[in-house]
């Protein structure tokens, strides 16, 4: 059940980035990247590391590790996700939210 529950919230945060996403008003070639609006890419705010926390690659304990937020390093963050929080205006690095401490 929990894992159900990360995967329809990360498919849930997916979507909300694409709903976002605005279309140039020139048509779209296959090349053509969706612009992003600023509304998607503005933080929430700023969260500081309590210890060194893995940086994983979507909001569950069993994703990939992409890298390490050091103790004590403020960031700032764009989503929640249950006990996830992103760091990542594209929601591709996500850390858990019992490791670090909301600023702003």
């Known amino acids: 059940?929990?894992?159900?529950?990360?995967?329809?919230?990360?498919?849930?945060?997916?979507?909300?980035?694409?709903?976002?996403?605005?279309?140039?008003?020139?048509?779209?070639?296959?090349?053509?990247?969706?612009?992003?609006?600023?509304?998607?890419?503005?933080?929430l705010g700023t969260i500081e590391a309590l210890q060194n926390v893995n940086i994983r690659i979507s909001p569950t304990v069993t994703s990939q590790k992409i890298g390490l937020l050091c103790g004590g390093k403020r960031v700032s963050y764009y989503n929640i996700c249950g006990d996830w929080v992103s760091i990542s205006p594209t929601d591709c690095r996500w850390v858990c939210m019992s490791y670090v401490r909301k600023i702003s």
């Open 1 to 43: 059940m929990l894992r159900m529950k990360k995967v329809i919230c990360s498919a849930l945060a997916a979507a909300a980035v694409l709903s976002a996403a605005t279309v140039p008003s020139s048509p779209l070639s296959k090349n053509s990247p969706a612009v992003l609006t600023a509304e998607a890419t503005a933080p």
